[in-house]
T-cell receptor
Framework: AQSVTQLGSHVSVSEGALVLLRCNYS??????LFWYVQYPNQGLQLLLK??????LVKGINGFEAEFKKSETSFHLTKPSAHMSDAAEYFC?????????????FGTGTRLTIIP | KAGVTQTPRYLIKTRGQQVTLSCSPI?????VSWYQQTPGQGLQFLFE???????NKGNFPGRFSGRQFSNSRSEMNVSTLELGDSALYLC?????????FGSGTRLTVV
């Protein structure tokens, strides 16, 4: 079975500060990992994904994540927070990138940006 | 390229009724999966369809069902609604480039 743990259900950072959202995964097979962002009353928007091509993955809106197998982590970072980054962020794991396996999500981290 | 379209966006139903939600995937995507999002349980997998066949099913009661049509559009049905079925229902369309989600249908059961 696969699982994802997101440490910190709420994270607050000042505008312009570093954003770090933590995700640890458990998987018996090489995982595919995703970060999604959700704004109020919206669906999930893909920020970035790890599909084994490169361990440092760059996504949209200045976000990036690094896959560390030894730490079973896939933390999301952004060098400088912007007010528009306030949203809920979900880390997800699956065994395949082809849609034939379910996504298993973490419980989410709500990011608040302090002006 | 049009995204994943879910209709309706909002729905209010009475306990005991049934409801049908619709999902139109991205053109060319043949896999459609459904997820339920609630504050208490988070995001949970309901089922996944590919070429009109259900390939995977999550741990939900039989009141939750779905189907997929030959044009890859999918519907999910919930019968005998309970208050606990109130949730955001998300549909994801998939290809070899990953999973794209729609905006969801917000179902409120009163």
């Amino acid at each position: 079975a696969q699982s994802v743990t997101q440490l910190g259900s709420h994270v607050s950072v000042s505008e312009g500060a570093l954003v770090l959202l933590r995700c640890n995964y458990s998987s018996s097979v090489p995982p595919y990992l995703f970060w999604y962002v959700q704004y109020p009353n919206q669906g999930l928007q893909l920020l970035l994904k790890y599909t084994s091509a490169a361990t440092l993955v760059k996504g949209i809106n200045g976000f990036e994540a690094e896959f560390k197998k030894s730490e079973t982590s896939f933390h999301l970072t952004k060098p400088s927070a912007h007010m528009s980054d306030a949203a809920e962020y979900f880390c997800a794991v699956t065994r395949s990138n082809f849609g034939n396996e379910k996504l298993t999500f973490g419980t989410g981290t709500r990011l608040t940006i302090i002006p | 390229k049009a995204g994943v379209t879910q209709t309706p966006r909002y729905l209010i139903k009475t306990r005991g009724q049934q409801v049908t939600l619709s999902c139109s995937p991205i053109s060319g995507h043949r896999s459609v999966s459904w997820y339920q999002q609630t504050p208490g349980q988070g995001l949970q997998f309901l089922f996944e369809y590919f070429s009109e066949t259900q390939r995977n099913k999550g741990n939900f009661p039989g009141r939750f069902s779905g189907r997929q049509f030959s044009n890859s559009r999918s519907e999910m049905n919930v019968s005998t609604l309970e208050l606990g079925d109130s949730a955001l229902y998300l549909c994801a369309s998939s290809s070899d480039s990953g999973y794209t989600f729609g905006s969801g249908t917000r179902l409120t059961v009163v």
